[in-house]
């Protein structure tokens, strides 16, 4: 088998009808049971394991005893497990599950309301629960590892844990595996951006709590869009941050999210595992609290995200002491020519009659003749340093008769308006220029329109 294409037969009775995913792992495909034609999804571990064997190989299989452990309608059911007689490549077989996975459907609408965040929240909580009385700590949760499935005939998703490879197993004959030297003391194991603090310092006795916080980055991550961490740019600066900084303010990347949810992401979120929820079920009855109608997701919640997309909200930047913002408030304006009226907002105020002054003498065409001109400068008065020049003491004659002052015609006042509009661009793009070489440029924070709340109540 070089190669998973349609068709393929993998264990002699799964016919391979297209592949639906890459892990780290391996590669998961849709397939048909030839011997009951239900469909199935099929985990078929990379060559390159098989060839050079070690940890990969010897963690896939505890995959499907992990899996098979767990009975819960919130983790993928594994159904069996073995190896292709043709390739020797070992393969799980596993629920089959139609839908998209949270860390797509993220990023396909940009935020989701509190209400959809915390439903599929509290739904994972029910999967972990099982988990953790199992003695499983997942050790991978992530946005990509919550799946939301869709039952066919009915409107209802379900939200379901998948991925449980890296699953960390305590007592009886799973957790040998442990003790065998799958995981080695300070060897670091998941997702970075997802990682407690101390996954990221390799500590072997890590419990469900590592799992309660990599939620709340799924939590926070769903509500604004980016991980608390998703700004540092290399592994190591990450580490250390998540290891001696408190995640970002939620607030300050979603201010739309009511606070009694920020609360619940940053106790998730604590760096001491004893400040965070100690079990799954206290973080789900938190959540629960804030969810009157329960926790059920349905199609039509999602299908309203496909129709009016949400825009993920980038944290505003202070701009540094050598910029500058010029703030314009641009008037709204006739358009160039028109001579309709303004907006019905602001009505054109109606034209006004040539004025008349009766008190103001007529302007004469030329000065009277016996109109003494300007004083001629003498030479030495010219070549005198700081010698100030005579001004004449004769008067101009004043104008007599009425002075008639135009009015601007609708043509003219458009005309000024497109002048005044040039300026004020012009003026706004030289001020603004210094930001835009700026490397941190600034984004405009705006708000993200949430969901109508009363009280403690959060509608989708």
């Known amino acids: 088998m070089k190669d998973q294409t349609t068709e393929q037969i993998i264990g002699r009775k799964f016919r391979v009808t297209r592949k639906l995913a890459d892990g780290g792992m391996g590669s998961v495909f849709e397939a048909i049971n030839l011997n009951t034609g239900g469909r199935v999804a099929l985990k078929v571990i990379v060559a390159e394991a098989v060839t050079v064997g070690g940890e990969l190989l010897a963690r896939f299989p505890r995959e499907a005893l992990v899996g098979g452990r767990i009975d819960s309608p919130h983790v993928v059911s594994v159904y069996d497990a073995d190896?292709?007689?043709e390739t020797r490549r070992p393969y799980i077989v596993m629920e089959y599950l139609s839908g998209e996975d949270v860390e797509k459907l993220v990023h396909r609408v940009g935020v989701l309301p509190p209400g959809l965040a915390l439903r599929i929240t509290a739904q994972a909580c029910l999967g972990l629960k099982t988990a953790h009385e199992a003695g499983i700590v997942h050790r991978d949760i992530k946005s990509a590892n919550m799946f939301l499935s869709r039952r066919e005939g009915s409107d209802e998703v379900v939200l379901k844990l998948v991925d449980f490879g890296i699953a960390k197993v305590r007592e009886d004959q799973y957790a040998a595996g442990e003790s065998q030297g799958l995981t080695r003391p300070?060897?670091?194991?998941g997702s970075p951006f997802y990682m407690s603090p101390e996954q990221v310092t390799g500590e072997t006795d890590l419990d469900h709590r590592s799992?309660?916080?990599s939620l709340g980055?799924?939590?926070y991550e769903m509500l604004s869009g980016v991980t608390p961490h998703a700004?540092?740019?290399?592994?190591m600066a990450l580490f250390y941050s998540i290891c001696c900084e408190d995640a970002l303010p939620l607030s300050s990347r979603a201010p739309g999210v009511p606070a009694e949810v920020a609360e619940i992401v940053h106790k998730a979120l604590s760096r001491d595992p004893a400040g965070r929820f100690q079990t799954a079920v206290e973080m789900g009855a938190a959540l629960s609290a804030l969810l009157p109608e329960g926790s059920a997701i349905h199609e039509s919640m999602l299908a309203s995200l496909r129709a009016a997309p949400v825009s993920v909200v980038v944290p505003r930047q202070e701009p540094r002491s050598s910029e500058s913002i010029l703030p314009v408030t641009a008037p709204e304006l006739?358009?160039?020519g028109a001579e309709s009226e303004g907006p019905p907002s602001s009505p054109r105020p109606p034209s006004l009659p040539p004025v008349e002054d009766p008190g103001e003498p007529p302007v004469p065409s030329e000065l009277p003749?016996?109109?003494p001109g300007p004083p001629a400068i003498k030479p030495d008065e010219a070549a005198g340093a700081?010698?100030?020049r005579r001004r004449s003491s004769a008067k101009r004659p004043e104008p007599s008769g009425p002075v008639v002052k135009p009015a601007l015609g609708a043509g003219a006042r458009s005309l000024l308006y497109a002048a005044v509009l040039v300026v004020v661009a012009v003026g706004v793009g030289a001020a603004l220029r210094p930001c835009a070489a700026s490397p941190d440029p600034i984004v405009p924070a705006s708000p993200i329109p949430s969901s109508p709340t009363s009280g403690s109540r959060l509608e989708r």
């Not at 300070?186 to 194991?189: I, K, N, P, R």
Request: hydrophobic share 50%; glycine share 8%.
């Open 83 to 85: 190896v292709d007689a």
């Open 186 to 189: 300070g060897s670091v194991l």
């Open 211 to 213: 799992d309660i916080w």
């Open 217 to 219: 980055v799924a939590l």
């Open 231 to 235: 700004h540092i740019p290399t592994n």
């Open 334 to 336: 006739p358009a160039l």
């Open 369 to 371: 003749a016996s109109a």
């Open 386 to 388: 700081g010698t100030p």
